[in-house]
């Protein structure tokens, strides 16, 4: 299957900093990438739509200043978490959709703790 | 609204067989995903369904009816690595993922 890669895997960080994490489809070009987060035992939650050459669309509740969303080319979308605070602490993962729109495939996610 | 529900938790013994079921309401459906979580990592694509009947691939098969709003994920020959959550997801009209809170499966030996 296709493979989506994360950097960084992991990443501690103050508080107040600002945290930038990419997402690459590496072998196939991706329109569309999903941003998620899941906080322990809980589900996943989308919080924005990558669209490649235009403005992220934001799901209800996610602050677009906080958490910027840069989908640059077809093969890469970066998320940076701007002045971050502890409760951003959260697993973040990324996801590509394929070109026939069929399937997503899953970055290996970003464990980001912020003290 | 949309609504995807499947049981929160399940306890299967090694080497036996266990279904986890998943009921949908969507606006639209453009195919349901199975995909397997193992803790502190992300979800692995395990099948896709978008008509009606049973897809088996491996130990894994899921099956879809898509007039009852009913999916399956059936799992055979338990093993004990098969521990982890279980996410169903539907692909509505406007080819966004709508997520179930997905089903933890506890394999016992």
């Known amino acids: 299957g296709a493979v989506v890669s994360q950097h960084p895997s992991w990443v501690i960080c103050k508080s107040g900093t600002s945290v930038k994490i990419e997402c690459r489809s590496l072998d196939f070009q991706a329109t569309t990438m999903f941003w998620y987060r899941q906080f322990p035992k809980q589900s996943l939650m989308l919080m924005a739509t990558?669209?490649?050459?235009?403005?992220?669309?934001?799901e209800q509740g996610v602050e677009k200043d906080k958490f910027l969303i840069n989908h640059a080319s077809l093969t890469l979308s970066t998320l940076t978490v701007t002045s971050a605070h502890p409760e951003d602490s959260s697993f973040y993962i990324c996801?590509?959709?394929?070109?026939?729109?069929?399937?997503?495939?899953f970055g290996p996610g970003t464990r980001l703790t912020v003290t | 609204g949309q609504n995807i529900d499947q049981p929160t938790e399940m306890t299967a013994t090694e080497g036996a067989i266990v279904q986890i079921n998943c009921t949908y309401q969507t606006s639209g459906f453009n195919g349901l995903f199975w995909y397997q979580q193992h803790a502190g990592e992300a979800p692995t694509f395990l099948s896709y369904n978008v008509l009606d009947g049973l897809e088996e691939k491996g130990r894994f098969s899921s099956f879809l009816s898509r007039s009852k709003g009913y999916s399956y994920l059936l799992l055979k020959e338990l093993q004990m690595k098969d521990s982890a959550s279980y996410l169903c997801a539907v692909m509505d009209s406007n080819y966004q993922l709508i997520w179930g809170a997905g089903t933890k499966l506890i394999i016992k030996p």
């Open positions: 990558s669209n490649e050459g235009s403005k992220a669309t934001y």
């Open positions: 996801s590509a959709r394929d070109p026939t729109g069929r399937e997503q495939y």
